[in-house]
């Protein structure tokens, strides 16, 4: 299940890049529900908020290392942690693929999703952040129950 997860975050987030690049020209923002929601295509070559620009090959090292750390540990511990863990996870390195690929790829990671007062965002984006959120979750409530992510 949780190879599907990564999968599905990864596909979706590829797929949902592929429209805006070929609908879209860089910069181009389409109002979805104005003042609100827009479609804005942004070419993000830095990491969250737009930290470490132009710092591509850097990005593409860390990303890597951190996805075989969390590939391993999901790999080895299947069927020995909490399914929250596992979950949070999959998130992660489902997201983590995404905007590796566009850096490897492109030379920078799409971003689409602008709600005007957050910075552009994309599906991968979304991924990473909850799987933190349920990472944050089960260190905090099933770490002080069960000792930290144990399967109960």
């Given at each position: 299940m949780y190879y599907i997860i990564i999968a599905s975050v990864f596909i979706v987030d590829q797929l949902s890049k592929y429209f805006v690049l070929?609908?879209?020209?860089?910069?181009?923002?389409?109002?979805?529900?104005d003042?609100?929601?827009y479609l804005t295509f942004v070419r993000n070559t830095g990491a969250a908020f737009s930290n470490f620009?132009?710092?591509?090959?850097?990005?593409?090292?860390?990303?890597?290392?951190v996805?075989?750390?969390?590939?391993?540990?999901?790999?080895?511990?299947?069927?020995?942690?909490?399914?929250s863990l596992l979950l949070a996870t999959s998130l992660i390195v489902g997201g983590g693929l995404g905007n590796l690929l566009d850096r490897i790829r492109l030379g920078y990671v799409v971003d689409m999703f602008d709600f005007q007062f957050w910075p552009v965002f994309?599906?991968?984006?979304?991924?990473v952040v909850v799987g933190c959120g349920f990472l944050i979750l089960n260190i905090a409530w099933l770490g002080k129950k069960d000792g930290y992510g144990k399967k109960t």
């Open positions: 070929i609908n879209m020209a860089p910069g181009q923002s389409i109002p979805i529900f003042e609100i929601f620009q132009d710092q591509r090959w850097g990005l593409v090292v860390v990303t890597s290392l996805l075989i750390v969390l590939v391993v540990f999901l790999v080895r511990n299947i069927h020995k942690e909490h399914w994309n599906i991968a984006d979304m991924g």
